[in-house]
């Protein structure tokens, strides 16, 4: 008998487990809609040329393999705080943010928890209903309280802007309000600027820190200060916040695990102090962060023309995605003979469309059209082609009536 009979199986992700579902499946129509993950047309996955010509130049200059300091690459350190707030924001010149390199978003995330846990005791995270789902995890698993404040209004498919003012105001004074930088996973739905505005207003005016996550900075309209527009507007009104940023969609580094947690404070000194924990919170946990992702995004960056290159990919990136949402919507309007209004397929921004599908309806999706899903009716449209969409609609169709 086994000392580790105690142990139950754990459930499979909700997310990953998709992705597990699909390779399992042989129909000839199947897809995979599951994982936020770039593909091309050809529904295959996508190394981009700029990597690829940043990896060729570090094997010829033969980089070593040391360790890195518990903080990170400097040089990507310096890079990822410009790509966040832009290279001439003040607040780098003062030196107002502790940048420290993390295992991509998720780990950043949870660097910044444990942050919260330590030094905030018992400060609750504000969290929008829905989200990412690793959110919650992060948090349990830092032990730090979290509850949710609404966003997603399903009578709409859109924002539920009051619903969520509320809720932040109702929100004990020093909370921290988790927010996506730019397209929100997995609804799709951004705030407009204006909304930024009084978001800001709300979260001033009750003490609360802001604390981003930026997973798609570049990915979701194509321009890397379109997508950080939010966050730099919070950071010109003087406020301390967080943000987490990932490397995975934009450089499409996914398994490279390549991001930062930056704390934005009102003082050097502050920033400082905060660094020196950040990484004495990441020595024991793994020691220091991996160098072939840092080095990639340092190399791109500070090269005008692999920089530029970047740029490029990424609007075409973005471009393949958003032309796929629109083909898709024109394909369901085009089949759909009722009057349903489904402009919201085109009012949200990214990689994901949330379909307004419900538990049973997106079951019906992948039981008898093989098209794989979350089961809150998120698909990512990074993971359809052109030549698919006519069949997903179908599909859609077919699985709301
Ligand atoms: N936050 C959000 C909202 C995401 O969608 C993702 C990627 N699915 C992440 C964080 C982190 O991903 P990674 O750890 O690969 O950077």
């Not at 796929?324 to 919507?329: C, I, S, T």
């Amino acid at each position: 008998v086994s000392r580790f009979e105690s142990i139950t199986m754990a459930p499979p992700d909700p997310i990953l487990g998709v992705s597990e579902a699909f390779r399992a499946d042989t129909h000839e129509m199947k897809l995979n809609l599951g994982v936020g993950a770039y593909r091309t047309e050809e529904l295959r996955p996508y190394v981009l040329s700029v990597v690829k010509k940043a990896e060729n130049l570090m094997l010829e200059r033969g980089e070593f393999k040391e360790y890195l300091p518990i903080e990170g690459l400097a040089a990507f350190n310096k890079a990822t705080a410009e790509l966040l707030l832009g290279a001439d924001n003040p607040i780098i010149k003062q030196q107002r943010i502790a940048t420290v390199q993390g295992l991509s978003g998720t780990g950043s995330l949870r660097l910044a928890a444990a942050l919260i846990e330590r030094y905030f005791p018992g400060a609750k995270v504000l969290i929008s209903s829905p989200t990412w789902g690793n959110h919650k995890n992060i948090f349990n698993d830092a032990r730090v309280p979290w509850s949710e404040y609404r966003y997603y209004d399903p009578k709409t498919v859109g924002l539920d802007f009051d619903g969520m003012i509320s809720d932040i105001k109702a929100a004990p004074e020093g909370s921290f309000i988790l927010l996506h930088g730019c397209a929100h996973n997995p609804t799709g739905i951004d705030p407009t600027p204006e909304q930024w505005e009084v978001i800001a207003d709300v979260i001033q005016e009750k003490n609360h820190i802001p604390f981003f996550d930026v997973a798609y900075q570049g990915f979701a309209s194509g321009s890397l200060d379109a997508d950080a527009s939010s966050v730099r507007l919070f950071a010109a009104r003087g406020m301390e916040l967080l943000v987490a940023q990932s490397y995975s969609k934009n450089l499409g580094l996914y398994a490279e695990r390549i991001g930062a947690i930056n704390v934005v404070c009102s003082s050097a000194d502050a920033a400082a102090r905060v660094k020196s924990q950040l990484k004495r919170i990441a020595r024991p946990m793994y020691s220091n962060p991996p160098i072939h992702g840092a080095r990639i995004v340092a190399n791109v960056v500070g090269d005008p023309a692999l920089f530029n290159e970047w740029k490029e990919e990424m609007e075409l990136m973005a471009g393949r995605i958003k032309s796929v949402r629109q083909k898709l919507y024109d394909s369901i309007c085009a089949k759909d003979k009722s009057e349903k209004d489904w402009s919201y397929i085109l009012k949200q921004i990214g990689m994901f469309s949330f379909t307004g599908l419900n538990r049973a309806q997106s079951d019906n999706m992948t039981d008898k059209w093989h098209v794989y899903m979350t089961k809150d009716g998120r698909i990512s449209l990074a993971g359809l082609s052109a030549a698919k969409c006519e069949y997903l609609a179908d599909a859609i169709i077919d699985s709301f009536y």
